[in-house]
């Protein structure tokens, strides 16, 4: 037993060590394979980045050259004073400016003083301004075609400046210069996942699509440069601090692996980068490796899962071999037992299907029974009023047939036979409420058909006629729709409507006299039966609970009139709703589906 737990340790120690192996060369095969593939795709954004750059400054290159040979410039550097003649100037070199799209054209003369501009109209103009500090105005009146980068000293813009002599005589009278705005082409580039940086000639970075980076210099340096930058005013009087960059591992010779400090967190980055020598600047592309080391690490893990998959699948493979004629018994056995428990199973499943229609029919049968019972209470509330309205017609009855026996016998057969009439028609009166209340009381088949709901509510309201006369509420019933067609049923919703009906007498109660207004409408596949009262209203804490089983606000109530009510309605596929009216009152709102969407 020790020899054989000795050996599946080794075992274990194997396929660890295997598996440990497999995925330390894969993440370094992996990760190899993608910086490579990453440089290339560097360099080719780069060589893009660069040409698009090459390619911006080349459209300004050659333009101070030809409008150096414009007379009009010529002529105001000899005539300064002209002012005329400055007005023509600045208006040509505001047109050669939007011709060019070019931030700004401006003209100096042999001193560096500026006598006409494009944004001469702006709110600070370079006209006035001397830069004859500015390398390029220098270089112009070396007769060289100047070429320099700098924050304006006027505009606090960044931009490439171009510029060249004007000559009258083969003497250099003056400088023209065109002004290159460079926030274009960080705009242009700064959606791209990858960082763009330019530096100059000092490494400090002027050009760049991340502006925390913007007037950082990539190496540190050393004081005396740092003067010689303040004093030529390149970057005015921005803080030129070095940017906390670490090389951490070279690729090729124009790539190698970066990071950045920003204070808050580290960042790596593949850089390449590519000097322009025409400018002399040094352009760099920064790629964050951090996604990269994620899709490597995801993938080396991939291949340890699927290293790990065949080894399991070999495992399992051969303990199915060693084991196949254990799990053939075992299952013959479990076939044999589940069988039996199967059987046992289906019987108590039937028994608890038969259980649970029985429960289900004797749900049903109460809830009837329920309905029923709840059709007699309200009955039992109306039979003060029944009686009254049954006892009326009684009396006069008994009026009209002693009177008629009085007229018969002095032989006034027409006053007998009115009086008759009138016994007749009392007779009438008493078959209809005893005929309403007979038809309320009988019990629901529970089939749902389509019927008009005006005939329902109409009937409703008769059967709640003694009680609306005896406390002289009004009822009105104008806004019902006779044409509403429901699929309904009949007994059940006349039971709803009698309810509500009686609940709303009960809160007109001593507020009489008050009215009860019945009105309907048909919507998009709906029918609305609303039941408004004039009386106090809801209390609106109690609202939620007013179709709580058991919950009233009568003394002799049982709380089951609104339960049962929206549970009919339920079963209807139709909804029960209440809310107050201002400034007093309640609503009762029977939610139906018409004929069609119902069937």
Known sequence: MSEIFKNRYLIGIIIIGTLAVTFWVSHRVIWSNELRTLSFANRQQLEQFASHLDSQLSRYQ????????NSLLVELLNDPKNDSLVEVVNLLLREINEITSASDTYLM????LTLAASNWADENPFVGKNFSFRPYFSEAMEGKVGRYFALGTTSKKRGYYFSYPVTYNAEKIGVIVVKMDLSQIEKYWSERHSQFIVSDPDGIIFITTNLDWLYKSIVPLPPKALERIKASRRYEDSDIQALKLKNMATISDSSLIIQIDTGDTTDEYLSSFYDMQAAGWSVRILTPLEDLRQQSLINAFTILLIALSLLLISLLVWQWIRRHQVRERIHQEAHKQLEKKVSLRTTDLQNEIDEHKQTEKTLRETQGELIQTAKLAVLGQMSASISHELNNPLAAIRSYADNARKFLSINKHEKADDNLQRIAQLTDRMSRISSQLKFFSRKSSGQLESVNIAPIIQTAIEISRPQIKQLAISIDTENVDSSIIAH???IQLEQVLINLINNAIYAIGTHSPGTITITTEQDTGQIMIHVDDTGPGIDEQKLEMIF?????????????????????????NGGLAVNNLKPSGARFTITLPDSDEGI
């Open 109 to 112: 003369d042999r001193t560096g």
């Open 62 to 69: 050659f333009t101070p050259q030809l409008v150096a040979k």
């Open 548 to 572: 709580e089983p058991f919950y009233t606000t009568r003394e002799s109530g049982l709380g089951l009139g609104l339960s049962i009510s929206a549970r009919i309605i339920d079963s209807m």
């Open 488 to 490: 309904v049923d009949i």
